[in-house]
């Protein structure tokens, strides 16, 4: 394996020597930096909410892990898209609330509470990410270059926004970072304890998101063939011990003796969505898929730190003779697209949300380095640039606060009368919330449009365009936007969008925030 040098490990101050005055001075700046994102991770926490629905598309809905703990995750329990680790720790959370009886689970008060646990947990894990961040950097680089990383890392965009919602990014991309600091202390000293720690790490990731396997096909594979060329057993007891336990860990959280069945479709799902859901086809699609990967990376980074990534990883690469541990953690963001994003051919912006927070390590490291050269415009560079990047995360919460929703639910609440019948079509996360009024879930066709009848319609018309014409979802829509369907605009209405923020050719969630809503009024003959 890639050795480190004597001269690296004793570039390493060890902690054991740093007395605790030393200690608190030094880590001011991280506490102080740890303070700051957790303010903008929990800033508009409550987007969405009160509510049955919560706005966050592929957020872990509270009915799912209620069922799962009404079946205790056995029989045939099952997701399609996840595995279930994540939800045993949400589950977790929800068991005092159960207990003590404190809400009505099917309320929409008792569902706001479950999606706040759901929603804090991941607050609090983006403290360990920005915790395992500057372990990562201090065990390859330095204090210095771990903290400007985790300030990279803070004020990334998908960061911000995942950090507040009870999706699997977040949770995944800790447990992949922890898997992989361990991993790096391995390599440092070959430690037996560190190995085990990677190996069960790692099984949690891929038993909270099963595409974090990708990450360590390469790193694990070139490991194995250096202790080969070395001399070294594979087989021997400490790998063997880790590689069972992980085993045994992966079977456990699976759940295999008392929901085989659930395990197995789960698997069976994964596959069938594998040929299902391409958003590249055609003979470049390679190429497609690499540039809009690309395009995702530096929307998550903002430009600046876009550069300082890139010059970061280069500047690694060059000093790679006197220190070769930046390489490992190269290798399993390499790992991960050519495991996983390529095979699918398919790439959302939630699936860079772990190797944009790799990268943060790098811009890092060419930050630090261009710090240390002492010349005033330079420092005067990286704070600016900080400066944009601070802005553009605190845009997320610009756009989250002041989504359009609230004010088409505001309208709506001066606008509708009692006893009017507010139709909607399309998923409950895409709509304003509509408690307050009486409401009708309608299919998106001119049929039941006709028979129903509402006083009212709201559509979001990102949702409408996924239906092409000649479909009857198409008709209606063509027919609704033409004032051919019964129907007059009342309202159409999008908040101004934050500054900075760039959502053109962005595939994923964070472009459904802040929709084009449009209210429909009945036209009577």
């Known amino acids: 394996m890639i050795y480190v040098t004597a001269a690296q490990a004793s570039s390493q101050k060890s902690y054991d020597t740093v007395s605790s005055a030393e200690m608190t001075r030094s880590n001011r700046p991280l506490f102080a930096l740890l303070l700051l994102s957790f303010a903008l991770n929990a800033t508009a926490v409550w987007w969405g909410l009160p509510s049955r629905f919560a706005w966050a598309p592929d957020e872990l809905q509270p009915a799912i892990i209620l069922q799962g703990i009404d079946e205790r995750f056995s029989g045939d329990w099952h997701q399609p898209a996840y595995p279930p680790f994540h939800y045993y720790v949400i589950a977790v959370s929800y068991l005092p609330v159960l207990a003590l009886n404190i809400v009505d689970v099917d309320s929409t008060a008792g569902r706001t509470v479950f999606y706040y646990l759901g929603r804090i947990i991941s607050v609090g894990m983006g403290v360990g990410i920005l915790l395992t961040i500057y372990g990562l950097g201090v065990a390859v680089f330095d ?12 004020f990334t965009s998908t960061f911000v926004y995942y950090a507040k919602i009870a999706n699997l990014d977040v949770p995944a991309a800790f447990w992949v970072l922890l898997s992989l600091y361990f991993f790096v202390q391995h390599i ?33 594979g070139l490991y194995l063939a250096q202790r080969y060329r070395h001399g070294h057993a594979i087989f021997d007891r400490p790998r063997v011990l880790a590689a069972g336990a992980a085993t045994l860990l992966f079977l456990a959280i699976h759940n295999v003796i008392f929901n085989f069945w659930g395990f197995v479709h789960h ?25 809009q990967s690309l395009r995702h990376a530096a929307f998550a980074l903002g430009w600046p730190m876009t550069l300082a990534c890139v010059l970061g990883v280069g500047l690694a690469i060059r000093g790679r003779k006197t220190n070769s541990l930046p390489l490992w953690l190269l290798l399993s963001g390499v790992s991960y697209y050519l495991f996983f994003i390529a095979p699918v051919c398919s790439t959302w912006l939630r699936y860079i949300v772990p190797l944009v927070l790799i990268l943060s390590l790098f811009g ?26 601070f802005l553009y995360a605190a845009a997320v919460n610009v756009a989250l ?5 609230y004010e088409v639910e505001r309208w709506l609440g001066a606008r509708v009368r009692s006893g009017e019948i507010v139709g909607f079509v399309g998923p409950e996360y895409y709509l304003p919330r509509l408690d307050g009024v009486s409401v009708r879930r309608m299919r998106p066709t001119e049929s039941v449009l006709e028979r129903a009848r509402p006083d009212y319609l709201v559509v979001n018309p990102d949702y409408a365009d996924r239906f092409g014409p000649g479909t009857r979802e198409g008709e209606l829509f063509s027919k609704l936007a033409a004032g051919r369907a019964g129907y007059g605009l009342a309202l159409s209405y999008r908040s101004p969008p934050p500054p900075l923020l760039d959502f053109d050719g962005v595939a994923g969630n964070m472009a459904k925030v802040n929709p084009l809503i449009e209210v429909y009024e009945r036209v009577d003959p």
């Not at 204090?143 to 803070?154: D, E, F, S, V, Y």
């Not at 698997?267 to 540039?291: C, K, M, P, V």
């Not at 890092?364 to 005033?376: D, M, N, P, Q």
């Open 143 to 154: 204090r210095r270059a771990a903290l400007w990383g985790t300030l990279i890392a803070a």
């Open 188 to 220: 440092k000293t070959d430690s037996s304890r560190d190995l085990m720690r990677f190996a069960l790490t790692a099984v949690v990731a891929m038993c909270t998101k099963d595409q974090a396997y990708a990450f360590y096909v390469l790193p694990v």
């Open 267 to 291: 698997f069976e799902e994964i596959l069938w969505a594998r040929s299902h859901y391409t958003n590249f086809e055609g003979s470049l699609s390679q190429l497609d898929l690499f540039a």
């Open 364 to 389: 890092g490291y060419f930050l630090a380095w261009l710090w240390e050269r002492g010349v005033r415009w330079y420092r005067a560079g990286i704070l600016i640039g900080l400066g944009y990047s």
């Open 401 to 405: 606060l002041n989504d359009s929703r």
